[in-house]
């Protein structure tokens, strides 16, 4: 089965640095990779998405690159922010007979210090 | 409006007993799942239903039963509830066959004393 691993588990920065998250995946049918962002106490949400077809998306001061070959994406986030301080899950999925199967990273905690 | 909603929000229950989640999405999504939040973070899921039918049943005890009465709900019920099932419960609904992410809901919190 699908296997991705995710890292740092933790990440500290000052306000305004940037901060990188990687992950690699092992199964090369996966062909969706979204990033989840899960404040404390709440639900994990989906702050940016990439299909294989792509390598690289941004929005605002996020961007997501992928590559494919290498079976690795990362998560990119510039001018970082204290709201910035999250656990940030990636996510390897793929569509298998009628349904999503979707493998998580084990999150990594990021702290932006002011 | 409140895409996917759990209740209860907060669940404190003694050991032995049996306990139920619901989960209601308003998304027209076709596949809702059940995912279980350790101490540590970690995601993993228990359960995926498409249209009221299981299609994904990880390794789960049987104490855990899911129940999708349309597909617009997913219960999940407990049986002889154990210290170790302390963890939150979160809902989720997407869109397949396309890939697309996850709406999760609120989550419960479960404290087995």
């Known amino acids: 089965g699908e296997n991705v691993e995710q890292h740092p588990s933790t990440l500290s920065v000052q306000e305004g640095d940037s901060a990188v998250i990687k992950c690699t995946y092992s199964d090369s049918a996966s062909n969706y990779f979204p990033w989840y962002k899960q404040e404390l106490g709440k639900r994990p949400q989906l702050i940016i998405d990439i299909r294989s077809n792509v390598g690289e998306k941004k929005d605002q001061r996020i961007a997501v690159t992928l590559n494919k070959t290498a079976k690795h994406f990362s998560l990119h986030i510039t001018e970082t922010q204290p709201e910035d301080s999250a656990v940030y899950f990636c996510a390897a999925s793929k569509g298998s007979g009628g349904y999503q199967k979707v493998t998580f990273g084990i999150g990594t905690k990021l702290q932006v210090i002011p | 409006d409140t895409a996917v909603s759990q209740t209860p929000k907060y669940l404190v229950t003694q050991m032995g007993n049996d306990k139920s989640i619901k989960c209601e999405q308003n998304?027209?999504?076709?596949?809702m799942y059940w995912y279980k939040q350790d101490s540590k973070k970690f995601l993993k899921i228990m359960f995926s239903y498409n249209n009221k039918e299981l299609i994904i049943n990880e390794t789960v005890p049987n104490r855990f039963s899911p129940k999708s009465p349309d597909k617009a709900h997913l219960n999940l019920h407990i049986n002889s509830l154990e210290l170790g099932d302390s963890a939150v419960y979160f809902c989720?609904?997407?869109?397949?066959?396309?890939?697309?992410?996850?709406?999760f809901g609120s989550g419960t919190r479960l404290t087995v004393v």
């Open positions: 998304l027209g999504h076709d596949t």
């Open positions: 989720a609904s997407s869109q397949v066959p396309e890939n697309y992410g996850y709406t």
